[in-house]
């Protein structure tokens, strides 16, 4: 079946420092893929996704890419700051499995100013 | 404003009772889905529904039930025999599809006393 797994956490991190959450996934086929974010004590929100191979998706300084070849959605920051402070999470969606949502496990970060 | 919104926050259930959580959505979204989130467990599917009138089980469906007779409700029955039900609950919707985005509600933290 699909998975998906992103690095385990917590990650702590200074205000302006460079962030890698690392996810990789395991599906047949070509999967859309998401990263959501959560805030303490609410629910998950869309952060950006991607839904073919080489695409990059970008919102509010973070960035993804597709990589088929290594099955991998790494998501980046140059510069976190502290209202970054959230859990994220990585998902795909996998077509023909009725559009489940699969989550990986999330990673909760950390940013101290 | 448009959104999914779930109640009640917080609910507080004796062992052996049944409880039901709400989730309602006025985004005119085919999808919803059910998940439970504990924590280093990142989300769980426990039920998903594509169309009024039809649902299909997730990863950890027993223990629960769901109906969805109305487009815009999907209620969560917690039974007495979900044998550790203490969780925080979270409800999805979106557009069926490949690409969609989920949009959650604010959660339900379900507590056995």
């Known amino acids: 079946g699909n998975s998906v797994t992103q690095m385990e956490g917590p990650v702590t991190l200074s205000e302006e420092a460079f962030l890698t959450i690392n996810c990789t996934y395991t599906?047949?086929?070509?999967?859309?893929l998401f990263w959501y974010v959560q805030y303490p004590g609410e629910g998950l929100q869309l952060l950006l996704k991607?839904?073919?191979?080489?695409d990059k998706g970008s919102n509010k300084g973070f960035e993804a890419t597709y990589r088929k070849e290594t099955t991998s959605f790494h998501l980046e920051k140059g510069s976190v700051q502290v209202s970054d402070s959230a859990v994220y999470f990585c998902a795909l969606i996998q077509g023909g499995s009725n559009y489940k949502l699969t989550f990986g496990k999330g990673t909760l970060l950390t940013v101290n100013p | 404003d448009g959104g999914i919104t779930q109640s009640p926050k917080y609910l507080f259930r004796k062992e052996g009772q049944n409880v039901t959580l709400s989730c309602e959505q006025n985004l005119n979204h085919d999808a919803m889905y059910w998940y439970r989130q504990d924590p280093g467990q990142g989300l769980r599917l426990i039920y998903y529904?594509?169309?009024?009138?039809?649902?299909q089980k997730g990863d950890i469906a027993e223990g629960y039930s769901v109906s969805r007779e109305k487009k815009e409700s999907f209620p969560l029955t917690v039974t007495s025999a979900q044998k550790n039900p203490t969780a925080f609950y979270l409800c999805?919707?979106?557009?069926?599809?490949?690409?969609?985005?989920?949009?959650f509600g604010q959660g339900t933290r379900l507590t056995v006393v």
């Open positions: 529904s594509q169309i009024v009138n039809d649902f």
């Open positions: 999805a919707s979106s557009v069926p599809g490949q690409e969609a985005e989920a949009f």
């Open positions: 599906a047949t086929g070509y999967p859309s």
């Open positions: 991607a839904t073919k191979a080489d």
